[in-house]
């Protein structure tokens, strides 16, 4: 079992940056593939962006790609997404989870999910 938490969300106006952070509550160093998935009001669950457990594969959505940047850092079970040029569309409740197998977009591949944080932009 793996128990994820996420921070960081908050309200960033156009252009503006943020930096989400997820906490794993054991070890995922090298095992766990990570991603971050958002939801906004009405909208289905999509694809933001996700990395293998050694960080060597990365993947991100076509809407964030060159804007969005994930990271992780398996010394402290912890997986970041510095998002810059933030665009009011990306307001949403922001999730990461986890899952044992390789890097994945697809939200039915990871077992585990965090809280969720909420990022609002504004125009």
């Known amino acids: 079992q793996v128990q994820l938490v996420a921070s960081g969300g908050g309200l960033a106006q156009a252009g503006g940056s943020l930096r989400l952070s997820c906490a794993a509550s054991?070890?995922?160093?090298?095992?766990?593939?990570m991603g971050w998935f958002r939801q906004a009001p009405g909208k289905e669950r999509e694809f933001v962006a996700a990395?293998?457990?050694?960080?060597?594969?990365?993947y991100y959505a076509d809407s964030v790609k060159g804007r969005f940047t994930i990271s992780r850092d398996n010394a402290k079970n912890t997986v970041s997404l510095l998002m810059n040029s933030l665009k009011p569309e990306d307001t949403a409740v922001y999730y990461c989870?986890?899952?044992?197998?390789?890097?994945?977009?697809?939200?039915?591949?990871?077992?585990?999910w965090g809280q969720g944080t909420q990022v609002t932009v504004s125009s």
């Open positions: 989870a986890a899952q044992p197998w390789v890097a994945s977009m697809s939200a039915v591949d990871y077992l585990y």
């Open positions: 990395i293998s457990g050694s960080g060597g594969e990365i």
């Open positions: 054991r070890s995922t160093a090298t095992t766990y593939a």
